[in-house]
């Protein structure tokens, strides 16, 4: 047991899209990323998603409806709904999901991370 700092995890890459691991538990990852523009809309058929805002904001887009999330907010995305997250400006968000997750669900892209780094 140690405690980890966002923060200092945060500041160890730079690069959007591309979540890293910081904890794991019961069969789920904490996970942190940068995001910055437009990902690729998707979903994932059997996993929920949790998004929390550390740092900025960003649009959750989903097909009927947007949702604007600001520091210290989060959402839960429901397993099967299409979504699409965008950023103008750099935001940090903490991810919580099942440790299979697939960053672009069933959506293959440039974007999609199969191997997550561990911090």
Do not use: Y
């Not at 069969?27 to 809309?41: C, D, I, N, T």
Request: with cysteine.
């Amino acid at each position: 047991m140690k405690k980890v700092s966002i923060s200092e995890k945060l500041s160890l890459f730079s690069d959007h899209w591309s979540p890293r691991v910081v904890g794991k538990l019961n069969g789920q990852h904490v996970r942190l990323a940068k995001f910055r523009g437009e990902f690729v809309w998707h979903q994932h058929d059997l996993e929920d998603e949790f998004f929390l805002v550390i740092r900025g904001s960003f649009d959750m887009q989903f097909r009927d409806r947007v949702e604007t999330l600001n520091e210290g907010e989060f959402i839960i995305v429901p397993r099967g709904t299409e979504h699409c997250p965008r950023a103008d400006e750099e935001v940090h968000v903490l991810l919580f999901e099942p440790a299979s997750t697939l960053n672009t669900g069933g959506a293959e892209s440039d974007l999609t991370v199969r191997e997550l780094e561990e911090l």
